[in-house]
């Protein structure tokens, strides 16, 4: 082993044991020989045994270079995407400019990349994960949006654009290189959806969570709930109100007592129906209309369920919600700030179908079972199951729908949107869950094909899976003491994010004037053709004070308080002043064009800030009494 290589798997080991312990068992020299080209040792050529041609077609060093010169377009971009590593010089190479941040490279060939290591020392990179190799047999959606979610790249996503190492890799590996760009492009489209169009679905959702924090305080505290009750049976089974869901009910109904039920909120006033009790019902949703699902299943029914909501539900759900409540965070940012951390977190996905697969995950379950989990419509075009409260054709077809590979994997099947966002969590926490030695199965006999799930016919998981009893549900609740403390706890957080926004919100505001101020003359010197008279040394120093404002609202501080309700309108401007970020500046006019450009495009980007911070205020000062009214029924206030 090269000292070299001996580097580079230690480092490896550390982030990627799996591709380091195949890496292990390579054995070189058997499909690949690593010839050199001339006098220079590090000229280095590699040769598919097999299929008989180069990696590098002519010289690799002169390739190499001309690369080089191709990329210098590329000089200013944080991050950059490889299909193919090569003999790993070029990689190596890039690293020398600073603003290469992530390198993300895959790689179909184990024992290319197993040369490659040996070549150069990627160590440092690797262990700082500058550089995230994959092997492309083993990436997987969760993967792709592990990388399109990252802070850092989230804002570059735009300028995605995946580089095909050289003609050898083009040449051999078409479908895989689709494969991966698909995976890639996928996830992306999930990262930005998940940023949502505007934020007005994050400021309900804020004002939501803190109207109902007295109840959650009061009501049984998730995480202590969760280690509680683990292992209560070898099988959860999720039922959601897909237009498949009826006929696996009669099933469902004789092993009840057997299995743990997880139901979406949706699917149980049809379980009513057909006397089947769930253990819990998940339920995520902010608006309204959710409420109905409550008020359509009676008081009777609902005794002794778990309900599990989520914080920024409406009141109305909340309260014809007559079950044992469990009110859980969702794991927001907001959320975290208030450090009610007993009261737990969950629902990152963006269905109650979704927040009940992790649950499931949660309470150790072996097996997980969806039932009822098209996500497609029906052949008939059915959206739903029948007995569903807004009935069977609640979503009709939309011009945006897509297409999907079908349950069984012989056709393709129609989807939307959002139900296609909803299959891209599963997928996602399937992978995780599988890590964790628990198996998914897909049971749904219908719909799209959910990939990392087992597809086995309901019927058959019975036959297989279940025989064994389940356990008690140990319900917990906290002592008054704890609750009081818990409740000033809250009030005391809220009143620190207001505070908080009110000073810096100013902050911004005086700076947006001084800047918008700034715009007027640009425009007006352009008008007149007189742009020899911009004052350049003004316009870099409300750069810097940009800069300032940007540095503040990266500190953890910021992002807990209002990084929510500036994420989605501020990253999709961010995503915007990228372009701007990434373009050429060698020259000086290069360097003045672009410094305009970017004080320019600020000012509705301060705009944007100060008015995000300034509509959370008004919600919170607005949720506030409901939490004061609380406090002074107890005497606390």
């Known amino acids: 082993m090269s000292k070299i290589f001996e580097k580079n798997i230690k480092a490896l ?26 006098n220079d040792n590090i000229n280095l050529n590699i040769i598919d045994k097999e299929k008989k041609y180069p990696v590098y077609e002519t010289d690799p060093l002169k390739e190499i270079e001309e690369k080089r010169k191709k990329f210098k377009k590329y000089e200013r971009y944080p991050s950059l995407y490889f299909y193919g590593i090569g003999n790993g010089i070029f990689i190596k190479l890039l690293f020398a400019n600073p603003t290469h941040k992530h390198i993300i490279v895959f790689e179909p060939n184990l024992e290319i990349l197993f040369i490659a290591l040996n070549i150069v020392d990627l160590s440092e990179e690797i262990k700082h994960k500058k550089i995230r190799i994959f092997y492309t047999k083993d990436f997987y959606f969760a993967n792709a949006l592990k990388i399109a979610s990252n802070p850092d790249i989230l804002v570059f996503n735009k300028l995605y654009d995946l580089h095909i190492y050289s003609p050898y890799y083009e040449k051999f590996f078409g479908k895989d290189i689709l494969k991966i760009n698909e995976l890639m492009t996928r996830a992306i489209k999930q990262s930005v959806l998940g940023l949502g169009n505007s934020a007005i679905d994050t400021l309900i959702g804020i004002e939501h969570h803190i109207k109902n924090l007295p109840e959650m305080i009061q009501n049984i505290p998730f995480k202590p709930f969760i280690r509680k009750n683990r292992h209560l049976s070898d099988i959860a089974i999720i039922v959601s109100t897909g237009p498949s869901l009826e006929k696996q009910l009669p099933k469902l109904k004789k092993i009840q007592d057997f299995v743990t039920i997880i139901s979406v909120d949706a699917s149980m006033p049809i379980l009513e129906k057909w006397k089947i009790k769930p253990d819990f019902v998940t339920s995520l949703e902010r608006v309204e209309e959710t409420a109905k699902f409550f008020e359509k299943t009676s008081s009777k029914f609902q005794k002794d369920i778990i309900m599990m909501h989520a914080s920024l539900q409406h009141e109305k759900v909340l309260k014809n919600s007559r079950g044992k409540k469990c ?26 179908a979704n927040m009940a697969y992790e649950l499931a995950f949660l309470l150790k379950h072996k097996r997980i079972v969806l039932i009822g989990q098209d996500l497609a419509y029906s052949e008939d075009g059915t959206s739903h199951a029948k007995g569903h409260v807004y009935g069977e054709n609640e979503v009709k077809f939309k011009e945006d729908d897509t297409y999907v590979l079908a349950y069984g994997g ?7 949107k959002v139900w296609n966002m909803f299959r891209n969590y599963f997928e996602k926490d399937i992978y995780t869950a599988n890590q964790e030695g628990v198996v998914t199965i897909n049971a749904t006999e219908g719909g799209a094909r959910i990939e990392g799930a087992i597809e086995m016919p309901f019927s058959k998981v019975i036959e297989n899976y279940v025989n064994t009893k389940k356990k008690n549900k140990q319900i917990i609740y906290f002592d ?17 994010i207001l505070k908080y926004g009110e000073k810096f919100q100013k902050r911004i505001e005086k700076l947006f004037l001084k800047i918008a101020k700034e715009c007027e003359k640009l425009e007006d010197l352009k008008e007149k053709n007189q742009l020899e008279k911009i004052d350049f040394d003004k316009l870099y120093k409300l750069s810097c004070e940009i800069d300032k404002i940007k540095s503040k609202i990266e500190t953890k501080k910021f992002y807990e308080m209002y990084g929510e309700a500036v994420r989605s309108d501020l990253m999709h401007r961010e995503m915007e002043l990228a372009k701007v970020q990434v373009s050429p500046s060698n020259t000086q006019i290069e360097k003045k064009a672009k410094m305009i450009d970017w004080i320019m495009k600020h000012k509705d980007w301060l705009f944007t800030l100060a008015g995000s911070i300034n509509a959370e205020r008004i919600v919170i000062n607005r949720a506030l009494p409901f939490l004061e009214k609380e406090l002074k029924k107890r005497n606390l206030l």
Request: charged share 25%; no cysteine.
């Open 13 to 38: 080991l550390e982030v990627n044991p799996a591709l380091a312990s195949k890496l292990f068992s390579i054995r070189t020299n058997e499909k690949f020989e690593v010839i050199q080209q001339g």
């Open 327 to 352: 009110i859980v965070m969702r794991p927001f940012a907001f959320n975290r700030y208030f450090k009610l951390n007993d009261y737990g977190y969950l629902g990152i996905g963006m269905s109650a």
């Open 410 to 416: 012989k056709k393709m099947i129609r989807t939307t």
């Open 480 to 496: 008054e003491n704890k609750i009081n403390k818990n409740l000033l706890k809250a009030y005391d957080k809220a009143q620190e």
